[in-house]
Structures are given as structure tokens and as C-alpha cells.
């Protein structure tokens, strides 16, 4: 047990860039499954932070006694608990402001996941739902964290923010006072700004755009947060929407630095939908948090049911991230070389007009008229994907006619990648026709994930092209994070020209 500081010794010796220690020890995974938190012991933390605030003028505002009595009884349960914790000072508005840090020992110190809340409240109020209610969660998670003696992979590190009703202004300073360096060893910030909203909805920042308005993602590496999160939401039968990175909450200095983010919100003066209450229960028509902002949002005004799922949330997503292995640079992410049946659908959106030669997975046999057309031979093994594989009585038997035809690869997770890194699909291809084929038949690549983005495109030509196979290399960098499928399509605009393709050994690689 580390001795418990005082908060004026801890800004004193507050270093700015807090870097992780150096002596991590080396990390294990951890086999066992993410806890189940106490509620009641968030619920304690909560009516600790209350009675704080009433000892203290009634909130535990930016500059005010009571905020600095929030700091002080969050740093002793963590000291108590082995963390090494600093307190760190900024100025805003002639008063002086505390952000809390706490690192946990071990874990790659140049792979940090942090996890978020901010501690402060409104003058107006206690600031229990907002944000007691995240501080609370996140410091019972750390403390859980503690009692299993917790080994994980990467360096794990708590903030709790001061002045974020006043613009963000702790976490900013937190972001400031780094390195570039100590930046870049941030590789994801997990954000919890009310997690129990009284009339609570389920809201998971929206790492990829997938709902398409506002302001869109948030970097590489955010839409993987998110699904981590919404991974046990599902596992408990419970749906969520996107909500955008509007700048609203901590999250803002870190996406601003290129650091992926992802986090829970259940609400705040937002009125619930019809369809909303239909799907999470509640009343429509009515604030999330009618206390929002106000003097009421007091432990009255929590609902323990969010609190609870979403306090398992937040540990769901620490043991998670924190204890999985980081794919290495120059790692194959995804491999298929088509000798077995990996999940391919052929017509995938049911809106093929090709009235032959699908695309297949099969062992081609070879077809030429004057050149070749239809290759028997693949690049490795014995099987491709191919326009009709079957030869036919004449060349033109099985080739693409009548329009379009494709096929899709199962769901591929991209992993993040760091600043500088990449994600490369690398595949071979070949595309033959005769003089009678035109600038409208295709072969083409297209990426599906949050967009649908053609990656590649060779097009036909009123001559003829012998089949041989060829590569191509395409960057799925901006796809980092996401949950994608390769969409494979041929076209032969007509039926009089004789078109065939072949797709074989399709990889991507992160380097």
C-alpha cells in the first residue's frame, strides 16, 4: 500500500508529461472474463461525492471547496488501492483547477489505453448524474482492477478532469501539458459523461460515422471502441445508437490530437423519441435528465438499471482492451488463397443482372478464342475466384453476359493502427476479353465498411486481352478500426462480347 499524499504535495511534484512508469513489469493475458461491477458500491461513491457537496454549498464546482474535497476523496481510495497517482494544477478563470491521474503498474508504457470522466459539477447543483455518476463507475472499475491484481498488455491509466462544465478546460490542459511523445504512446481514451440518466438511453460515441450525420468519426481506431462497447451491450440484449463527437465532453482534446476515442452517454436535456422509449423503456417526450444542469440532479436522480449495465460496460471494455494482444507491424490481418470455403457470397445484395458466368469459387478450367481466356491455373492451390468455372462446350459458354455479377467476403475486423502505420489488401487479378468487349465491362474492387469505396477498376476495351495474372495493392489505412467486406464485382455491358475474370490470393497486411 502506497502512503496517501496530500493534494498539495501531489501539485507540487506533479510532472506534465505523467509518462507511464518504467519499470512495467511484463504482461500476461488474463484468461478470465470481465467482472461484474458493484452497483451499490458506484452507488456509495456517488452519496459520498453528494454529501460532499452539501458539506460544501451545495455543488462541486471548478474553483469552489467542494471540487477539491471530490479530488481528495477519489485520490485516497485509489492510493489505497496501489496506484501511483498525481495531482495536477491549471488556472482558469482566476481560480485554480486539479485533474486527477492515476496509473496502474505494468503494461506497455508506449501503449497506454486511458479511461475518463470528468469530476466536476455546475454551481447549480451536486452534479450527481453528471458527472458523479462516470467519475463513480470509473473509479469502482479501477478499484476492481486493484482487488484482482489485474495484469494486462497495455498501460493502463485513469483521469478524472476538472472544469469540463466550463469548456474542457482540464482535460485540454492534461492534452497540453504532453509531449508529442507522450502523445503517441495514448493509443485510446475511453470517455464516461453521465452513464445514469434517470430517463437513460443508450448512446455509444460514433467512432465510425455509421449514423451518418453530424460531425462524423473520430480517428482511426475509434470505430473499434465503439464496438467493443457495443459488444456487450449486445451479449446483454440491450440496443444502443451512435452519437456524434460533437465536442461536447472530454473526448475533444484527444480526437483533436489524433488519439481514438469511444465512450457511454445516456442523455442529457435531449428529449427521448417514441421509438427510443419503445426500445429502452422510459417516458418519450421528456428529457433524458429533467435535473440536468440543476440543483435536482442529486442521488434522486440516477437510475440504477444504467448505472449498473453500464458501470459492467466500462469493465467490459478495460479488460477487454486493456489485456488483448496489439497486432504486430507487418502482421497478416486477413488471408484467403480460395482452397477451402472461407464464406464468400456470390449476388450478395440480390441485384446481380449477369445471366451467366457468376462468380465462383471453383477450379477453373482454361478457355482461349485466338487468347486466352478463361485461366486454369490460379496464382497458388487450385481454386480461385472465377466467372464460371466450368469450360463449356465453346469460350463463350460460361463468360460474364447480361450485365453484372459479384461477390462478397465475410466480415473482415481491420485492427487500429498508430500514427504512420498501414493497412495494405494486396490481391491477384486478371481480366480477358475479345474485340467485341467495350469500355463499360469491368472488373472492379470495392471496400464496404462505414462507406463504399471502389478501390480498384480495370476496364474493358474494344480489342483483345489475353488472360494473365497480375497484382494490385490498395491502402485500407482509412479503415482502420472498422469491420469491413471486399466486394468483388465483373460486368459485360452485352451479351455478343465474351468477358471473364479471376480474383485469387487476396491479403491484408499491417505495417
Not at 506533479?14 to 507511464?20: E, F
Not at 455543488?59 to 481510495?77: F, T
Not at 455518476?133 to 493502463?156: D, I
Not at 466500462?314 to 479488460?319: E, H, L, M, R, T
Request: with cysteine; charged share 15%.
Amino acid at each position: 500500500m502506497k502512503k496517501v499524499r496530500t493534494v498539495a504535495l501531489a501539485v507540487a511534484l506533479a510532472a506534465t508529461a505523467l509518462p507511464a512508469p518504467a519499470s512495467a513489469a511484463p504482461a500476461k493475458i488474463l484468461l478470465a472474463a470481465a467482472p461484474n461491477i458493484s452497483v451499490a458500491n458506484v452507488k456509495a461513491h456517488l452519496s459520498q461525492l453528494q454529501s460532499i457537496a452539501t458539506a460544501n454549498g451545495g455543488n462541486r464546482a471548478h474553483g469552489r471547496p467542494g471540487y477539491l474535497a471530490s479530488v481528495n476523496y477519489v485520490k485516497g481510495q485509489l492510493d489505497a488501492a496501489g496506484y501511483t497517482t498525481v495531482v495536477q494544477s491549471f488556472t482558469y478563470n482566476g481560480a485554480t483547477g486539479y485533474n486527477l491521474i492515476a496509473d496502474w503498474p505494468g503494461g506497455d508504457p508506449d501503449d497506454v489505453l486511458m479511461v475518463g470522466a470528468h469530476l466536476d459539477s455546475v454551481t447549480a447543483g451536486p452534479g450527481i448524474n453528471d458527472n458523479g455518476s462516470g467519475s463513480s463507475a470509473n473509479l469502482e472499475v479501477a478499484l476492481e482492477v486493484s482487488r484482482q491484481a489485474l495484469s494486462t498488455t497495455k498501460h493502463l491509466r485513469f483521469g478524472w478532469w476538472g472544469a469540463e462544465e466550463l469548456g474542457l478546460r482540464g482535460s485540454t490542459a492534461y492534452v497540453n501539458s504532453l509531449s508529442a511523445a507522450e502523445k503517441a504512446k495514448i493509443k485510446a481514451y475511453l470517455n464516461f459523461d453521465m452513464v445514469g440518466s434517470p430517463n437513460a438511453g443508450y448512446f455509444l460515441y460514433d467512432g465510425d460515422n455509421s449514423d451518418g450525420v453530424g460531425s462524423g468519426p473520430g480517428p482511426a481506431g475509434s470505430a473499434a471502441l465503439e464496438q467493443t462497447l457495443k459488444d456487450y451491450f449486445t451479449s446483454i440484449g440491450v440496443p444502443t445508437e451512435g452519437t456524434d463527437f460533437d465536442g461536447r465532453s472530454d473526448y475533444g482534446p484527444f480526437i483533436a490530437n489524433g488519439i481514438p476515442a469511444g465512450g457511454i452517454f445516456t442523455g442529457a436535456e435531449g428529449t427521448k423519441t417514441a421509438a427510443q422509449a419503445t426500445k429502452w423503456g422510459g417516458t418519450s417526450g421528456t428529457a433524458f435528465d429533467v435535473c440536468y444542469h440543476r440543483a435536482c440532479d442529486t442521488t434522486s436522480n440516477i437510475n440504477d438499471t444504467a448505472l449498473d449495465r453500464n458501470s459492467d460496460a466500462i469493465a467490459y471494455a478495460v479488460w477487454t482492451i486493456a489485456t488483448s494482444t496489439p497486432v504486430p507491424p507487418g502482421t497478416t490481418v486477413y488471408s484467403d488463397t480460395f482452397e477451402t470455403a472461407t464464406g464468400w457470397t456470390t449476388n450478395p445484395s440480390g441485384t446481380d443482372t449477369a445471366t451467366a458466368g457468376a462468380f465462383e469459387r471453383g477450379d477453373p478450367a482454361a478457355t482461349s478464342s485466338g487468347v486466352a481466356l478463361q485461366l486454369g491455373t490460379t496464382v497458388s492451390g487450385s481454386f480461385d475466384l472465377v466467372t464460371g468455372a466450368a469450360a463449356g462446350s465453346s469460350a463463350g459458354t460460361y463468360d460474364v453476359d447480361g450485365g453484372v455479377t459479384s461477390i462478397r467476403s465475410p466480415a473482415i475486423t481491420l485492427p487500429a493502427v498508430p500514427s504512420g502505420g498501414t493497412l495494405t489488401l494486396s490481391f491477384s487479378w486478371y481480366l480477358a476479353h475479345l474485340n467485341n468487349a467495350t469500355s463499360a465491362d469491368y472488373l472492379r474492387v470495392r471496400v464496404v465498411g462505414s462507406t463504399t469505396t471502389t478501390v480498384f477498376t480495370q476496364a474493358g476495351a474494344a480489342s483483345n486481352r489475353a488472360g494473365a495474372w497480375a497484382t494490385a495493392s490498395v491502402s485500407l489505412t482509412a479503415y482502420a478500426g472498422q469491420s469491413i467486406r471486399i466486394l468483388i464485382e465483373a460486368n459485360d455491358s452485352g451479351t455478343a462480347s465474351l468477358v471473364e475474370a479471376g480474383v485469387d490470393d487476396v491479403k491484408i497486411t499491417r505495417s
